[in-house]
């Protein structure tokens, strides 16, 4: 999604609101519809603020039960752009510099924006690093393999144990374990 920033660029305080549906490009996710993207661009001078809202519903993969599901994204986005590239510094590789609040940005480099790489990268960083379809998920059998969400499986729940580990079993036993 590119946004022309000319008009914008042209005064401070002036706002752009882009209201869009967005369809990001991910080989490893599913989007049942495409994401709605609300966002303000504010021209704050030598800045850009970026002030929105990402929503849309995405299909994650439960990781205990291996089922898909949907999961709906609603992402708070805050952004700043500046207009033009900071000062150069000459940094010997032995130097040490402390970093400023404007390492931190993103820089327009033209007179237009592209916006997937912020959209993509907020819904990234958004997703659940264990995406669960139910907080009370009971995962698969570990012998069988069995949805243990849908019932109780058949298979033995004697695990084969490495002989090794046999004293530990006894002693587990032996303290009211299984």
């Known amino acids: 999604m590119y946004i022309f920033l000319a008009d914008l660029h042209s005064q401070v305080g002036k706002e752009l609101l882009i209201e869009e549906d967005f369809s990001p490009h991910y080989e490893d996710l599913e989007f049942d519809t495409p994401i709605h993207v609300n966002l303000l661009l504010t021209n704050l001078g ?5 002030k929105g809202t990402i929503k849309g519903i995405i299909e994650l993969i439960c990781s205990r039960c291996l089922k898909k599901f949907p999961y709906n994204l609603s992402i708070d986005v805050e952004e700043i752009y500046l207009w033009d590239l900071p000062i150069i510094r000459n940094i010997s590789p032995s130097e040490e510099i402390e970093l400023k609040e404007e390492d931190f940005k993103f820089v327009l480099e033209k007179e237009t924006l592209f916006l997937d790489p912020l959209i993509e990268d907020n819904i990234r960083i958004s997703l659940p690093i264990k995406p669960l379809c139910n907080i ?3 995962g698969l059998c570990p012998v069988c393999g069995h949805d243990l969400n849908l019932g109780p499986c058949e298979c033995s729940k004697d695990l084969k144990i490495d002989p090794r580990w046999e ?3 006894k ?3 032996e303290k009211g374990g299984r």
Request: with cysteine; charged share 35%.
């Open 46 to 50: 030598k800045e850009v603020l970026i």
């Open 136 to 138: 009370n998920c009971k």
């Open 167 to 169: 004293p530990l079993k």
């Open 171 to 173: 002693l587990l036993r």
